[in-house]
């Protein structure tokens, strides 16, 4: 009767903490998807108003500026909302055809975020007046603010602000840097507002302190043809503006360089940006100190407190901040995957591509695609929900530059000294047989291990295991069909650590294969693990996760919290893995791994062939 009661219960929390999870999962939306903006009824009240000051920003060169505004309305609710558009013009004159609505007037364009009038004006249900601080950056146009009642679903716009602009607008900004296909390679890219048939880009860069050198960029960008579905065809799309890459070859190992990003303008001047740094990547073998930040699912978040992003993301500001604070001790980042949740919205991508500005624009910045990157039906992704809002990939794998062999798969393989890096994209098939497969097998089979010990997987999808609500929902403890195949690699090319994104969480396994801790120890490895480590790193920032109420003999360390891992190769022998908290910056979780070549080489299950003439 006690064991009867006792299942009972547990079957109680389970569907509990599964009821739980479709909630956050239903709290995981898009903010600005809760404006009902092709509902908006033209209303303007004579005696409403909304002003802005200052009216120009960005004098002093700075890209990012805050604006005050002052508002009234006679009739005020507390439901009333401001919007933020750019460009300024809004009106139903710049709609595209595929936006038409049957009931003018109308709007057709979304705010890039929005804000309830009484946030800081906590009387303003009472006297009608409020004033609001909001966060610009430049995003290559005018912006103007609306004053709305009727909520988010039902709005009617009263009043319209005069226009605020930066003294630039095209101004290049929000430099990104990654790793080339070679190890001396670094490649710098940037948004502007200038084509080539406007400006020619480039960027000046040499070592600190020595002659600097000219480099050109590639231009690209996309339009919204190139969407495949609304939001990002109809009320998301925003002109992206210009992406461009430069590529600076022949790199010294460990050197410092600073850099500029440059327009030259065809009547002979030159518009500039302010000056960079960064650290050149050291030889792959190289034995120094390498440091390495993981993390995946972060999003994006205002500082302004706008978009309601406290019930959204609300761990991402946190962890940019340490990451930022320790970036001197930060050689490398990998985000992989859920980059910014843009879910078709592409005014998003400029305000990501800011918030990471001060980390992009000093260590390389490595991303992977994920199911909010790539994911729409019809369009060849492994899994046909609508996670992307239309984006289909195009504005991640134009945004940002990785080393792949063709930027649409998005799997590819970097090193860094020590390390070897495998990249795998699990939107697009990977199981035996297929052509990632074949990269994933490639990519590990290809590494020196005795010049370069730590081998790393990285993926966003859940390949290996998770206790998530969800994956044990469906009985798997991973992604459906994940590491059925991918295991024997695993174990084959003695991969050390297997990271992921998707889980909300963190949490860390034994060296495992095949549902079998191969490894007693759960803090300080010797010798050979037998196995791989596999590390759950999705609490970036994105809403968290629940874990099932189910302890299962692999998992040592879980984590319902925000947070990210770094890892630090002090040495051909010695590793070091951190799991840090994203609101204090500390170490909750960490192991070391400490081995010689030899280690590497001795056979464990299924790592040797069968038959050898020894035995």
Same mark, same amino acid.
């Given at each position: 009767?006690?064991?009867?009661?006792?299942?009972?219960?547990?079957?109680?929390?389970?569907?509990?903490?599964?009821?739980?999870?479709?909630?956050?999962?239903?709290?995981?939306?898009?903010?600005?998807?809760?404006?009902?903006?092709?509902?908006?009824?033209?209303?303007?009240?004579?005696?409403?108003?909304?002003?802005?000051?200052?009216?120009?920003?960005?004098?002093?060169?700075?890209?990012?500026?805050?604006?005050?505004?002052?508002?009234?309305?006679?009739?005020?609710?507390?439901?009333?909302?401001?919007?933020?558009?750019?460009?300024?013009?809004?009106?139903?004159?710049?709609?595209?055809?595929?936006?038409?609505?049957?009931?003018?007037?109308?709007?057709?364009?979304?705010?890039?975020?929005?804000?309830?009038?009484?946030?800081?004006?906590?009387?303003?249900?009472?006297?009608?007046?409020?004033?609001?601080?909001?966060?610009?950056?430049?995003?290559?146009?005018?912006?103007?603010?609306?004053?709305?009642?009727?909520?988010?679903?039902?709005?009617?716009?009263?009043?319209?602000?005069?226009?605020?602009?930066?003294?630039?607008?095209?101004?290049?900004?929000?430099?990104?840097?990654?790793?080339?296909?070679?190890?001396?390679?670094?490649?710098?890219?940037?948004?502007?507002?200038?084509?080539?048939?406007?400006?020619?880009?480039?960027?000046?860069?040499?070592?600190?302190?020595?002659?600097?050198?000219?480099?050109?960029?590639?231009? &690209?960008?996309?339009?919204?043809?190139?969407?495949?579905?609304?939001?990002?065809?109809?009320?998301?799309?925003?002109?992206?503006?210009?992406?461009?890459?430069?590529?600076?070859?022949?790199?010294?190992?460990?050197?410092?360089?600073?850099?500029?990003?440059?327009?030259?303008?065809?009547?002979?001047?030159?518009?500039?940006?302010?000056?960079?740094?960064?650290?050149?990547?050291?030889?792959?073998?190289?034995?120094?100190?390498?440091?390495?930040?993981?993390?995946?699912?972060?999003?994006?978040?205002?500082?302004?407190?706008?978009?309601?992003?406290?019930?959204?993301?609300?761990?991402?500001?946190?962890?940019?901040?340490?990451?930022?604070?320790?970036?001197?001790?930060?050689?490398?980042?990998?985000?992989?995957?859920?980059?910014?949740?843009?879910?078709?919205?592409?005014?998003?991508?400029?305000?990501?591509?800011?918030?990471?500005?001060?980390?992009?624009?000093?260590?390389?910045?490595?991303?992977?695609?994920?199911?909010?990157?790539?994911?729409?039906?019809?369009?060849?992704?492994?899994?046909?929900?609508?996670?992307?809002?239309?984006?289909?990939?195009?504005?991640?794998?134009?945004?940002?530059?990785?080393?792949?062999?063709?930027?649409?798969?998005?799997?590819?393989?970097?090193?860094?000294?020590?390390?070897?890096?495998?990249?795998?994209?699990?939107?697009?098939?990977?199981?035996?047989?297929?052509?990632?497969?074949?990269?994933?097998?490639?990519?590990?089979?290809?590494?020196?291990?005795?010049?370069?010990?730590?081998?790393?997987?990285?993926?966003?999808?859940?390949?290996?295991?998770?206790?998530?609500?969800?994956?044990?929902?469906?009985?798997?403890?991973?992604?459906?069909?994940?590491?059925?195949?991918?295991?024997?690699?695993?174990?084959?090319?003695?991969?050390?650590?297997?990271?992921?994104?998707?889980?909300?969480?963190?949490?860390?396994?034994?060296?495992?294969?095949?549902?079998?801790?191969?490894?007693?120890?759960?803090?300080?490895?010797?010798?050979?693990?037998?196995?791989?480590?596999?590390?759950?790193?999705?609490?970036?920032?994105?809403?968290?996760?629940?874990?099932?109420?189910?302890?299962?003999?692999?998992?040592?360390?879980?984590?319902?919290?925000?947070?990210?891992?770094? &890892?630090?190769?002090?040495?051909?022998?010695?590793?070091?893995?951190?799991?840090?908290?994203?609101?204090?910056?500390?170490?909750?979780?960490?192991?070391?791994?400490?081995?010689?070549?030899?280690?590497? &080489?001795?056979?464990?299950?299924?790592?040797?062939?069968?038959?050898?003439?020894?035995?």
């Amino acid at each position: 009767m006690m064991v009867e009661m006792e299942k009972s219960r547990m079957v109680f929390l389970y569907l509990l903490l599964v009821a739980t999870f479709q909630q956050a999962v239903s709290d995981d939306t898009q903010p600005l998807s809760k404006v009902a903006i092709h509902k908006t009824v033209f209303a303007i009240d004579e005696h409403a108003y909304i002003k802005a000051t200052p009216n120009v920003l960005g004098f002093e060169g700075h890209y990012t500026e805050w604006v005050t505004l002052q508002y009234s309305n006679n009739k005020p609710s507390i439901d009333d909302w401001i919007g933020v558009f750019s460009p300024a013009n809004f009106s139903a004159s710049t709609c595209p055809g595929e936006n038409k609505m049957t009931n003018p007037p109308f709007l057709c364009s979304a705010p890039i975020k929005f804000q309830y009038a009484n946030f800081s004006s906590h009387s303003y249900k009472d006297t009608g007046k409020g004033s609001l601080k909001l966060q610009l950056i430049n995003q290559r146009s005018d912006f103007s603010f609306a004053l709305f009642t009727g909520g988010l679903t039902n709005p009617k716009l009263i009043a319209v602000s005069n226009k605020v602009s930066f003294v630039n607008p095209n101004a290049p900004v929000y430099p990104r840097l990654a790793q080339g296909k070679t190890w001396d390679e670094i490649t710098v890219t940037w948004t502007s507002g200038y084509d080539i048939n406007d400006a020619e880009p480039f960027v000046e860069w040499g070592p600190k302190e020595g002659n600097l050198v000219k480099t050109p960029a590639g231009t &690209l960008t996309f339009d919204r043809n190139t969407m495949c579905g609304a939001p990002a065809r109809t009320v998301g799309w925003r002109d992206p503006g210009y992406i461009h890459t430069s590529f600076l070859k022949e790199l010294w190992p460990n050197r410092e360089y600073t850099y500029k990003l440059g327009h030259r303008l065809f009547n002979g001047t030159t518009i500039w940006s302010k000056e960079y740094h960064f650290k050149a990547s050291p030889y792959p073998g190289q034995s120094s100190v390498q440091r390495v930040v993981i993390f995946g699912d972060m999003g994006k978040a205002e500082a302004d407190g706008s978009n309601e992003y406290n019930n959204f993301q609300p761990g991402s500001l946190n962890t940019t901040k340490q990451i930022i604070q320790d970036l001197e001790d930060i050689d490398i980042v990998f985000h992989i995957g859920d980059l910014c949740y843009a879910n078709g919205y592409i005014s998003q991508w400029d305000q990501f591509t800011a918030q990471i500005e001060p980390i992009a624009s000093t260590v390389p910045y490595m991303t992977a695609s994920g199911n909010h990157e790539r994911d729409w039906p019809g369009t060849g992704s492994f899994y046909g929900n609508l996670d992307s809002g239309g984006e289909c990939g195009v504005p991640a794998q134009t945004m940002f530059f990785v080393p792949a062999e063709n930027r649409e798969k998005f799997w590819y393989s970097t090193d860094y000294g020590m390390f070897r890096f495998c990249i795998a994209h699990t939107e697009l098939d990977w199981r035996k047989g297929t052509e990632q497969y074949e990269f994933i097998e490639k990519c590990l089979a290809s590494v020196d291990r005795q010049k370069q010990p730590w081998l790393i997987f990285l993926a966003h999808r859940v390949l290996g295991y998770s206790s998530a609500g969800f994956y044990v929902q469906e009985g798997s403890f991973e992604e459906p069909m994940g590491r059925e195949d991918l295991q024997h690699l695993w174990q084959k090319y003695k991969v050390d650590i297997a990271m992921y994104g998707h889980v909300h969480n963190y949490e860390r396994t034994c060296p495992i294969y095949q549902n079998v801790c191969t490894n007693k120890e759960k803090h300080n490895y010797k010798g050979n693990l037998n196995g791989t480590i596999h590390v759950v790193v999705g609490g970036g920032g994105a809403s968290l996760a629940e874990f099932a109420p189910i302890n299962t003999t692999w998992s040592i360390f879980k984590d319902h919290d925000f947070g990210f891992v770094k &890892l630090t190769a002090f040495d051909h022998s010695n590793l070091l893995l951190e799991y840090r908290k994203s609101s204090d910056g500390q170490v909750y979780d960490s192991f070391t791994i400490s081995r010689d070549y030899r280690d590497i &080489l001795a056979c464990s299950v299924d790592s040797c062939p069968t038959t050898t003439l020894a035995s």
